[in-house]
């Protein structure tokens, strides 16, 4: 059975440093697109970070700089390193996996509904 679950959120004040995990089990992640979405409360959910099988990463604009997305595949995790943390960047994150092909911030945004997979979400609060 395919399973993501995310760990590692909380809150943090401006400025910050956060590092949120993703525990994929039931299929090797690196056989998949994987992704990190974000969704703030009253806004439409957002690709924030992919990272394709070959190591190959992807992030929107806003995060730039700040942000990295990496992948374990010892131990089939994904991870996203979040820096230099601001107000905006609160909302709840998500992992999840589509198969190939497409695996860049434009496939995330045109065809969030390829993503099968999603784990349960984790909580990032910045304030400021």
């Known amino acids: 059975q395919v399973q993501l679950v995310e760990t590692g959120g909380g809150s943090v004040q401006a400025g910050g440093s956060v590092r949120l995990s993703c525990a994929v089990s039931?299929?090797?992640?690196?056989?998949?697109?994987m992704g990190w979405f974000r969704q703030a409360q009253g806004r439409e959910r957002e690709g924030v970070g992919a990272?394709?099988?070959?190591?190959?990463?992807t992030h929107v604009e806003s995060v730039k700089g700040r942000f990295t997305t990496s992948g374990d595949a010892a131990k089939n995790t994904l991870k996203l390193q979040m820096n230099t943390l601001k107000p905006e960047d609160s909302a709840i994150y998500y992992c999840?996996?589509?198969?190939?092909?497409?695996?860049?911030?434009?496939?995330?945004?045109?065809?969030?509904?390829?993503?099968?997979?999603w784990g349960q979400g984790t909580q990032v609060t910045v304030s400021s």
């Open positions: 999840a996996a589509k198969q190939y092909p497409g695996c860049d911030i434009a496939t995330m945004k045109d065809e969030t509904e390829r993503f099968g997979y």
């Open positions: 039931g299929y090797r992640y690196r056989n998949y697109c």
């Open positions: 990272i394709a099988y070959e190591g190959r990463t």
